[in-house]
């Protein structure tokens, strides 16, 4: 029985192959600094040591290598764009495979199609039907997740969260507020209280937010 990989391939929904004699479109030289750097704003592509990801469905890749509408009940993570890891950028180009060409000894990133209570989940802590309330559950499971984990260096080792949250908000949500400037004053709220979760317990962190 083919796999589902091998569907994907077969009926162009996945990227094409980028054939090995194309090198990285990036130059990786010096892509790391000789001294691991304590300004952020130093921070060079190959000094990310972890990456983690914060989400819902989007994040934890659901139905991405569908082939039929149940399939979309699975979790694909290991090709989410934000924190997966599976193969290389010439397969699938995430933020994780085009951050490994600059620091091969990157963690963190999903290795397979799992939920996020698995531990090759890693860090990708993204769950489906999450929603804005839902973030501050959501670091504190990830700031739980990297203290535990022995290859965490939790105060030198530079750490990268994508946050990409708020999509399940707009479509079952917003419509519920009266006035609607009332969402987006919720969801500014419910972003700054993760930020300060974040800020007061994961020391070198870089956040950014889709």
Known sequence: MRSLFEKNIES??????????IPFPCNTTNGRSFVR???????????IDVIASIGDSLTAANGGMSSNI??????????????????TWREFLTLP???????????GYS??????????SRLNVAEPMIMSRDMT????ALIKRMKADKKI????????????????DICSDMCHHNP???????????????????????PRLFVQIV
């Open 12 to 21: 162009g929904k996945l990227q094409d192959r980028v054939n090995h004699f």
């Open 37 to 47: 750097p304590t300004n952020i704003n130093k921070l060079k592509p190959g000094d």
């Open 70 to 87: 149940l399939h979309v009940l699975n979790e694909n993570r290991a090709i989410s764009f934000s924190g997966g890891g599976k193969g």
């Open 97 to 107: 495979n085009i951050l490994k060409e600059f620091n091969p000894r990157l963690y």
């Open 111 to 120: 290795v397979d199609d799992v939920l996020a209570l698995d531990k090759s």
């Open 137 to 140: 559950y959501q670091s504190k």
């Open 153 to 168: 260096d939790m105060k030198r080792d530079w750490k990268l969260l994508t946050i990409f949250v708020g999509n399940n």
């Open 180 to 202: 609607q400037s009332n969402f987006a004053d919720q969801h500014e709220k419910d972003l700054e209280s993760t930020l300060r979760i974040l800020r007061d317990n994961i």
